[in-house]
């Protein structure tokens, strides 16, 4: 099935398609993606005026503050899911209304506000990472929206594509210099 323009816009790095098989290379090149996800998020927004963070990726798409305070309300959410897997049999997780929150008055916050939540989340999570095996990386939890059950190998996959999906987001919103506005 071919994308859509808009689709494209919106998935410009493609959907998530979870990998069939996860070997340990795998788990070690995402947990790699998270440890420089937050280094490369600042790279690309830390240096943005005002006006460049209102610019959007895509028509009626977030804005580049609203894709970074997302990035760390959702990564916050992700280390919070997997420490519930590694402690609880099967915990059906919490879901929550990312667009509502986007419109939370905090996402108006200085994206540095965000920046230094990312940095030390993915510090904790990488560092947790880095020490699971292979039985708690098939460790479990349900999330009731979709009423899917996700290895935590399968979500550490989700969440470094998330990664790629948002740096992808961004950057397409500096290419486009608010044509979307």
């Known amino acids: 099935m071919e994308l859509t323009d808009l689709e494209k ?25 998270l440890a420089d996800f937050p280094v490369a998020l600042e790279n690309l927004v830390g240096n943005l005026s005002e006006m460049q963070l209102e610019w959007p990726y895509r028509p009626g798409g977030w804005n580049i503050r609203q894709v970074v305070h997302h990035c760390a309300d959702s990564h916050m959410n992700s280390l919070i899911r997997f420490k519930l897997a590694l402690t609880e049999k099967t915990p059906v997780i919490k879901p929550y209304e990312e667009d509502l929150w986007a419109e939370l008055p905090d996402y108006q916050s200085p994206v540095a506000d965000s920046l230094d939540i990312i940095m030390g989340v993915h510090k904790r999570w990488v560092n947790l990472l880095k020490q699971m095996n292979e039985e708690q990386f098939n460790k479990t939890f349900l999330h009731p929206a979709s009423n899917k059950i996700f290895t935590l190998k399968e979500a550490l996959a989700l969440y470094a594509w998330h990664s790629k999906h948002h740096l992808a987001h961004i950057k397409q919103a500096l290419q486009f210099q608010g044509v979307f506005d």
């Open 9 to 33: 816009l919106r998935f410009p790095v493609g959907k998530f398609s979870p990998p069939q098989l996860i070997c340990q290379s795998d788990l070690d090149h995402w947990i790699s993606e």
